[in-house]
């Protein structure tokens, strides 16, 4: 993720996991997973922990690059990766989504999820999207609304992840949960599916498939190819 909060995300780095099994995030991924059915060359630009890299890499056609500017949210990655397996066909590197280390149409697939909310440069980031996906190839874009309000998420989250009696996983969710309400207030390039679609029409280099919201309705989902 490309933010200068490097202390947040640290922190991030160590509950984030708890979030893996919820069922609107859960939806969320099987939807991005569903966008990039049939293409081979996937990057996972913003891939925090692994989780959707993990799945992407359960193709054994295809190969996956998955970047991130945050260390501790990459080493827990690698280590989700060592153990899901995929060798070769996946690469995971430091990196910055506003400046891709990856040449020219590389990619036929390119997914992006809860990164645009958080960094700087929005412009240089969708320009590095058009960059690196192929003619023909898609991208799959989440990211927050303007209306996006962590205590939804959290409620849902609590409820489902029960009463949490264990000291320990109380101790996480309160983590969790602090971490959550301080990104909250520091969310950038926030946009309802509708106007996201527009702008990349608008940008000449997209055909949007898909434009709709996931995450409870908090974020934005938006599905498109390359023209």
């Not at 997914?111 to 898609?138: F, K, Q, T, W």
Request: with cysteine; charged share 20%; proline share 4%.
């Amino acid at each position: 993720m490309n933010s200068p909060n490097a202390e947040l995300w640290q922190a991030y780095s160590r509950v984030y996991a708890l979030m893996e099994n919820i069922s609107f995030v859960k939806e969320q991924r099987a939807r991005h997973m569903a966008a990039m059915q049939g293409l081979n060359r996937v990057l996972d630009a913003g891939c925090g922990i692994g989780v959707i890299t993990a799945e992407l890499a359960q193709n054994p056609h295809r190969r996956v690059l998955a970047i991130d500017n945050n260390p501790a949210m990459l080493e827990i990655a690698k280590r989700r990766l060592a153990r899901a397996g995929g060798g070769p066909r996946v690469a995971i590197t430091r990196g910055e989504v506003g400046a891709i280390p990856c040449a020219s149409g590389k990619v036929d697939g390119y997914l992006s999820n809860n990164v645009l909310y958080c960094v700087a440069n929005e412009d240089s980031v969708l320009a590095e999207m058009s960059r690196v996906v192929e003619p023909g190839g898609r991208a799959c874009v989440s990211s927050a609304r303007p209306a996006m309000n962590v205590e939804v998420l959290l409620e849902v989250m609590e409820d489902e992840l029960g009463e949490l009696r264990d000291p320990g996983a109380r101790a996480c969710f309160q983590e969790f949960a602090a971490v959550n309400r301080s990104i909250q207030r520091m969310l950038l390039n926030l946009h309802e599916p509708g106007d996201f679609a527009a702008r990349l029409e608008q940008s000449g280099h997209w055909r949007v498939l898909e434009a709709g919201t996931a995450y409870l309705e908090q974020n934005f989902f938006v599905v498109a190819m390359r023209v």
